[in-house]
T-cell receptor, first 111, second 115 residues
Framework: KQEVTQIPAALSVPEGENLVLNCSFT??????LQWFRQDPGKGLTSLLL?????REQTSGRLNASLDKSSGRSTLYIAASQPGDSATYLC??????????FGTGTRLQVFP | DAGVTQSPTHLIKTRGQQVTLRCSPK?????VSWYQQALGQGPQFIFQ???????QRGNFPDRFSGHQFPNYSSELNVNALLLGDSALYLC??????????????FGPGTRLTVL
């Protein structure tokens, strides 16, 4: 059974710091990977999608990479801002078109 | 372009009752997936509908059932509600029918509380 671990579970940093959020899968057979943002009590906003032929994706201050040999993904947030405060979820897809999610990293960026 | 919409936003039920949640997919999408997110956890896959059929199902009891309509909208039904069914129910839509993975877009969710 595929399980997903996200480290750290929670993070509190002053604004301006560069951050690294980690995600690892017990089964490295991940073909596609999405990173999501979730504000308290809200739905999921897709941040980045790394498709099967790709190794990384970038959008603005966000960069995500996927190492398929180890089943690990990293989300890098540059120059963090208070508006980045949210829970970040990674989700992998292993060829079945359903997403397997981690439990998330709760991020707080304070001024 | 409307994104994924869900109704209602919040719902309070008592144990043993039945509930129906609704989802309209993003314009142009034909596949709907449902997820359950308990407090403090990541979403768990319930099932997926494509061409009005349940295409695959996660590890949920048959108290959880669904339907997809010809306009691609979908319903999630839960019978004989338990306290443990209290969660945020998320609907995701995508474009199916291909051999490549297509990005899933999520709605705002329905918060179900079972008393």
């Amino acid at each position: 059974k595929q399980e997903v671990t996200q480290i750290p579970a929670a993070l509190s940093v002053p604004e301006g710091e560069n951050l690294v959020l980690n995600c690892s899968f017990t089964d490295s057979a991940i073909y596609n990977l999405q990173w999501f943002r979730q504000d308290p009590g809200k739905g999921l906003t897709s941040l980045l999608l790394i498709q099967s032929s790709q190794r990384e994706q970038t959008s603005g201050r966000l960069n995500a990479s996927l190492d398929k040999s180890s089943g690990r993904s990293t989300l890098y947030i540059a120059a963090s801002q208070p508006g980045d405060s949210a829970t970040y979820l990674c989700a992998g897809e292993g060829g079945t078109d359903k997403l397997i999610f981690g439990t998330g990293t709760r991020l707080q960026v304070f001024p | 372009d409307a994104g994924v919409t869900q109704s209602p936003t919040h719902l309070i039920k008592t144990r043993g009752q039945q509930v129906t949640l609704r989802c309209s997919p993003k314009s142009g999408h034909d596949t709907v997936s449902w997820y359950q997110q308990a407090l403090g956890q990541g979403p768990q896959f319930i099932f997926q509908y494509y061409e009005e059929e349940e295409r695959q199902r996660g590890n949920f009891p048959d108290r959880f059932s669904g339907h997809q309509f010809p306009n691609y909208s979908s319903e999630l039904n839960v019978n004989a509600l338990l306290l443990g069914d209290s969660a945020l129910y998320l609907c995701a839509s995508s474009l199916g029918g291909t051999f490549t993975y297509n990005e899933q877009f999520f709605g705002p969710g329905t918060r179900l509380t079972v008393l």
